[in-house]
Structures are given as structure tokens and as C-alpha cells.
């Protein structure tokens, strides 16, 4: 049964099995409660909270990963 059918022909299995399932995200996000504090966009309403929020990747040597493994 999908949405109150009956579905027995392996193209409609098919079917509704790629309807459920390019469909349940946006299904979900209708459901989430949001509040203009969720927004992930006001960390980054000035340069100081840029810089506040950035890393940098370091160099390493196989020396270093040795170590790691050992």
C-alpha cells in the first residue's frame, strides 16, 4: 500500500518507492519548527565572526602519521 493504494506491477512498486523518497525530505522540513535564532547565516553577519569561525589546515609529514599510526 502506498498512500491508500493497492500496488502490485513492479513499475508502480518502483514508482512509489521513488515518489517516497524524493519526497520525504521537503515532507519533513514542513514540519520543523524554525525561529529566526536557527538561522546559520547570522554567524556570519560581520568580517569579526568570519575570522572567529575559520581553520586552517597544517601541513603534515608522513613522520607525523607514523607516530599517529604507532
Same mark, same amino acid.
Given at each position: 500500500m502506498? +498512500?491508500?493504494?493497492?500496488? +502490485? *506491477?513492479? *513499475?508502480?512498486?518502483?514508482e512509489a518507492f521513488n515518489s517516497h523518497f524524493t519526497?520525504?525530505?521537503? *515532507?519533513?522540513?514542513?514540519k520543523i519548527e524554525t525561529k529566526e535564532s536557527d538561522n546559520p547565516l547570522k554567524y556570519f553577519a560581520d568580517?569579526?565572526?568570519?575570522?572567529?569561525?575559520?581553520?586552517?589546515?597544517?601541513?603534515?609529514?608522513?613522520?607525523i602519521i607514523e607516530n599517529e599510526i604507532n
Amino acid at each position: 500500500m502506498y +498512500e491508500g493504494q493497492l500496488i +502490485e *506491477k513492479q *513499475k508502480g512498486i518502483v514508482e512509489a518507492f521513488n515518489s517516497h523518497f524524493t519526497t520525504i525530505g521537503p *515532507k519533513l522540513v514542513e514540519k520543523i519548527e524554525t525561529k529566526e535564532s536557527d538561522n546559520p547565516l547570522k554567524y556570519f553577519a560581520d568580517d569579526d565572526a568570519i575570522t572567529a569561525r575559520y581553520f586552517q589546515f597544517q601541513p603534515i609529514t608522513s613522520d607525523i602519521i607514523e607516530n599517529e599510526i604507532n
